[in-house]
């Protein structure tokens, strides 16, 4: 219903009545202004709130990568730690086959040493049979 209430109606002429219609007719245009500034904050309020829905989506999305990279983490620890343990436990071994080289080394010399030795004893007495053979 577009048609004026009976007490918006006013007389030609009626100066108090046509101040009184100025007046309404600029609060009705304030009523719509701020009509149009609460529908637009509330357009405001609504993107707010789906910005705000969407912040909280990305920060538990980033919770649980987080949650993932600590687990994902540990596993690298875990694996980390096992392999300095077996690099540990095979430079024991490497420690410890170098000194079985080692051992095995100075067995080996003493055992040439041992041949040069008894070589030359025989030869003594190669050498000492033989002369005796001579005279």
Do not use: H
Request: glycine share 4%; hydrophobic share 40%.
């Amino acid at each position: 219903d577009t048609s004026p209430s009976p007490a918006t109606e006013v007389s030609v002429g009626d100066a108090d009545a046509a101040e009184l219609q100025r007046m309404l007719a600029t609060a009705e245009a304030r009523a719509a202004d701020v009509k149009k500034r609460a529908d637009g904050l509330g357009a405001q309020l609504a993107e707010a709130k789906t910005r705000w829905k969407a912040g909280d989506e990305r920060a538990k999305a980033a919770e649980e990568e987080r949650d993932r990279l600590k687990v994902r983490a540990e596993a690298l620890a875990a694996d980390f730690a096992a392999a300095n343990a077996f690099a540990e436990t095979a430079n024991a071994r490497v420690r410890a086959a170098e000194q079985d080289r080692d051992r095995q080394k100075a067995r080996a010399d003493a055992a040439e040493a041992r041949v040069r030795e008894l070589e030359e004893k025989l030869r003594d007495r190669a050498d000492r049979a033989l002369g005796d053979d001579t005279e």
